[in-house]
């Protein structure tokens, strides 16, 4: 990809000014949806389903200043296409992506471009079919050469909503909300220049903003840690989520528990044995950012690698924030030590 190459959304076709779609898009650590971003949480909106709803009711909403909103506004009055240039606007051109693996998506899908964003070297699309509630995912790791996303999905499911979450340069990390699988999400891998994807794990805890319960720890490579919905079959039925936190040591390749400390903060043993922690019944489960009362993240910082502190619980399922205590590991959330009761902020 050029170093000078900028990409744009751009208005095609205005009519009318009625009422913006129910989509977001999220970005952490972007300052817009085309920030060419280190660490980058993108949460493609594709509700698409809502926008149809919408646009029937014809609700007038106010836009507000947030980019995602007025994005959605602008995708309801018209049609949204990518534009490139590379002599910063003095000349562009229109994005053609082709017409997908089926041969009726990308350019034939009618819809338009629903969202976009450049994480770590790859140009993501999403691109929304015009009289269905489909949703194609584009990439492109130089600008120029579109491949539609093979994900793959149960039979007869469809992509309701993406979020590309933090990746790396070998590899992108897409949560995927489809309409086969409830509220909860599935966390799919990427092949190096990311057309192709493995399932990394099931049941992910999503929020309806499209946060995803999936954080990398910085200043330890590959490793991550999930949240995983343990009901997700009856979290639709008005149940809360009981959920469960995994870790990864290898870039989402393998999934386990987390190790719980001996000792809690007051000195009590846990008496957890190696049976139970293996199959999570007796494990730790950590706080994320999908949590109304967790101002931060699992920290941890490039300057002090192999250091992690969470706040969390001891047994079967994740506590509620009040009942939480704060914890610590020094080897890269290998294994834990219970540092202060009730829950703390770091930063």
């Not at 994480?119 to 509630?133: F, K, P, Q």
């Not at 992509?159 to 409830?182: F, I, K, M, P, W």
């Amino acid at each position: 990809m050029a170093e000078e190459a900028i990409f744009c959304l751009e208005i095609q076709d205005a009519r009318s000014r009625t009422a913006p779609a129910a989509r977001s898009l999220h970005a952490r650590g972007a300052s817009n949806a085309l920030a060419n971003t280190s660490p980058a949480r993108v949460h493609y909106g594709a509700a698409l389903r809502r926008r149809q709803r919408q646009r029937r009711q014809r609700q007038r909403r106010a836009i507000t200043d947030s980019f995602g909103e007025l994005l959605d506004a602008l995708a309801t009055q018209s049609k949204v296409r990518l534009v490139v240039s590379e002599d910063f606007f003095a000349t562009e051109r229109e994005v053609r992506f082709g017409a997908g693996n089926d041969g009726a998506g990308g350019d034939r899908a009618g819809g338009g471009v629903v969202a976009a964003s450049v994480v770590r070297g790859y140009v993501l699309v999403a691109i929304a079919h015009e009289h269905s509630d489909e949703m194609d995912l584009f990439v492109s790791v130089d600008g120029h050469t579109w491949a539609e996303s093979h994900l793959p999905l149960p039979p007869g499911s469809q992509e309701d909503a993406y979020t590309v979450l933090e990746s790396t340069r070998h590899a992108v990390l897409v949560d995927v909300l489809a309409s086969t699988t409830g509220a909860a999400g599935s966390l799919f891998r990427s092949n190096s220049n990311g057309t192709y994807y493995t399932l990394s794990l099931e049941h992910t805890h999503r929020s309806r903003e499209g946060l995803v319960d999936v954080e990398r720890v910085h200043g330890v490579e590959g490793v991550l840690v999930a949240n995983q919905v343990a009901n997700w079959d009856h979290i639709l039925a008005s149940r809360l989520p009981e959920l469960r936190t995994r870790i990864s040591f290898d870039d989402g390749a393998r999934w386990r528990f987390l190790q719980p400390p001996d000792r809690a903060p007051d000195g009590r043993r846990y008496g957890c044995s190696s049976d139970a922690q293996k199959t999570g019944e007796c494990a730790l489960h950590v706080h994320s950012v999908t949590s109304s009362r967790m101002p931060g993240r699992v920290f941890g910082s490039p300057a002090s690698p192999g250091v992690v502190l969470a706040v969390g619980s001891v047994g079967a399922q994740l506590d509620k924030h009040p009942k939480c205590d704060t914890f610590l590991s020094r080897d890269g959330a290998l294994t834990w030590a219970a540092v202060r009761k009730g829950p703390h902020h770091v930063q």
